[in-house]
């Protein structure tokens, strides 16, 4: 059979790797040569298809580190060999039988899904990425300006005090403010108040003690309080006596030595928040500083899930974006889908008939092969077997010879024992004759 001349644009180098990549045969697409320029396009479509998975993989791995480097060629390059591959296994040339062939493309299709949405996103990441970049930024701004605001109002300087409930445990900045320093000095304060006026009530009432006791010693008349003699007697002691009892028994001068204490400390704890509280608003500064640099810049790099966050949000907040942004996403998947895609929509083909019938014809060649190396196996087994039975049934033959030979020699030998016997015993006993006269013979082998 003469082989089918080729078009001249069949020999171009570039043609026949596209169509390579697409898992052409060229020695059956020499059979039908207007197939090639299908397979070229679908090569074609592969390659694109790889490219974007490449691009996509390099946005992702800088979107993730927040930076490009060189080195990401590296996996880039990987990842679309992979696609490309993966690619090509896809759009392989299934069965000419409609049922079967959508049986197995469905599937290679929902695989091609999953690869263009992993693949997709990426994409459209770096689609909107001045105004993901510009949210990303607004958000971290935002972010430190309201932590500055709720530090302020959390930390003030003395005598005001933190908003009630609104502070956590997060906010204090400090371990000893200011604000609970003023709070001990108003307990103490307090406290010191009310010591004053206890004690007050009852030096009052010493004092009043007092000087019914000087009245009644002094003989002052007072309308049934004092006798009005004067004198050391027994109601001018009683009287003394009373204030004396009064003054002890409510210690009066251990509460006005622990007052003298509580002045004292109040003093110093004035003077120690006085001193805090000259410093305490530089400290809070700096304290806060320190916090609202810990969140991110604007200008520091945005990883991948801040990006993905940022542009959830955005969308989020615009029904147009939202579907907008779908429509792309849609968009690079059908691309990615493109070249199962392809496969599908272009239908059954000659070439993929050829390569069917070749498919069938190996089938047909190896189960025949398979056949009859089969049956040279088979008949060798059972020759063997046979050779081995006749050299069991040989062996069985001379053992039976063996025997019997054995057995005649056994037979010989005893017969030659019973005649010599009987020969002995003739000669012994001296009797040539028999008893009616006839001659003994001796017993003779048979022949």
């Not at 059956?28 to 397979?39: F, G, K, N, Q, T």
């Not at 396009?41 to 998975?53: E, P």
């Not at 003054?247 to 003093?267: M, V, W």
């Not at 039976?400 to 020699?409: F, G, I, K, M, T």
Request: charged share 30%.
């Amino acid at each position: 059979m003469t082989e089918t001349r080729r078009r001249p644009g069949s020999r171009l180098a570039g043609g026949r790797w596209l169509r390579r990549v697409a898992g052409a045969d060229e020695r059956l697409l020499d059979r039908v040569p207007h197939e090639r320029m299908r397979y070229t396009g679908l090569g074609g479509v592969v390659i694109s298809t790889s490219v974007i998975a490449g691009l996509s993989m390099w946005f992702f791995l800088s979107q993730m580190l927040g930076e490009a480097h060189i080195l990401l060629l590296i996996p880039v390059a990987i990842w679309s060999l992979t696609v490309l591959n993966l690619d090509r296994w896809l759009i392989s040339t299934v069965s000419v039988m409609w049922q079967r062939r959508l049986l197995m493309l469905l599937p290679r299709l929902a695989v091609a899904t999953v690869l263009g949405l992993v693949i997709a996103e990426p994409l459209v990441l770096r689609f909107f990425e001045t105004a993901v970049v510009q949210q990303v930024k607004d958000e971290r701004e935002a972010a430190r300006s309201t932590l500055k605001d709720t530090l302020i109002r959390c930390n003030p300087t003395p005598p005001q005090r933190p908003p009630a409930g609104e502070c956590g445990a997060g906010t204090t900045l400090l371990r000893v403010t200011p604000a609970e320093q003023v709070g001990e000095l108003a307990k103490l304060e307090r406290r010191r108040d009310r010591q004053t006026k206890e004690l007050q009530r009852l030096s009052t009432e010493h004092t009043r003690l007092a000087r019914l006791a000087t009245a009644e010693c002094n003989g002052t008349p007072m309308p049934n309080v004092t006798s009005g003699l004067e004198g050391y007697g027994p109601r001018c002691r009683e009287a003394y006596k009373t204030a004396a009892d009064f003054r002890r028994d409510r210690g009066i001068a251990d509460k006005r030595t622990e007052l003298d204490q509580l002045r004292a400390d109040i003093a110093a704890r004035q003077r120690s928040v006085t001193a805090m509280t000259s410093g305490y608003s530089h400290q809070v500064a700096a304290a806060i500083d320190e916090r609202v640099a810990a969140l991110p810049a604007g200008s520091a790099s945005i990883g991948l899930l801040e990006r993905k966050k940022a542009l959830d949000r955005l969308t989020g907040e615009d029904a147009f974006l939202w579907g907008f942004t779908w429509l792309l996403r849609l968009l690079l998947l059908l691309i990615d889908c493109l070249p199962v895609l392809v496969k599908i929509m272009g239908g059954t083909s000659v070439y993929d008939r050829l390569v069917d019938a070749e498919n069938r014809k190996a089938e047909r060649v190896h189960r025949e092969w398979v056949e009859t190396e089969e049956e040279g196996e088979v008949g060798e087994l059972e020759l063997r077997r046979a050779e081995r039975a006749e050299a069991r049934h040989r062996r069985a033959e001379q053992l039976e010879l063996s025997r019997r030979r054995h057995q005649a020699e056994m037979r010989s030998q005893v017969r030659r024992m019973v005649s010599d016997r009987t020969s002995e015993l003739l000669r012994d006993e001296g009797q040539n004759t028999g008893v009616n006269g006839s001659r003994l013979v001796p017993f003779q082998h048979a022949p």
